[in-house]
């Protein structure tokens, strides 16, 4: 009897603005200012401060925009893991 392997994600995405956040994330990667540069502990951390930490502060942050942001990250930083041939698509998440 042969089991059906189901595709598997980081993340159960239930939010619109999450799943964009994603591909943005990954587009970002590929193609932001420094394409394919690996993502450090900086990175993510300037990340927290930039799109959380400041948009809360100035009172900026609604849920979509978290979800959003979130997503972003969550993208940028697992598309390190997909093969090149992602590059080339449109929605990688």
């Given amino acids: 009897m042969a089991t059906e392997l189901k595709p598997t994600s980081l993340v ?9 956040g994603m591909n943005d994330g990954a587009l970002w990667y590929f193609h ?3 394409p394919c540069h690996p993502v450090t502990e900086e990175d993510v951390i300037d990340f927290l401060q930039g799109n959380v930490v400041e948009l809360v502060q ?7 925009r978290l979800r959003s942001n979130a997503g972003f990250l969550i993208g940028w930083i697992a598309v390190q893991t997909l093969p090149p041939s992602a590059q080339t698509e ?3 998440f």
């Fill in 90 to 92: 449109r929605r990688v």
């Fill in 32 to 34: 932001g200012d420094t």
């Fill in 58 to 64: 100035e009172g900026l942050l609604d849920e979509d």
């Fill in 12 to 20: 159960q995405i239930e939010s619109s603005p999450f799943r964009q």
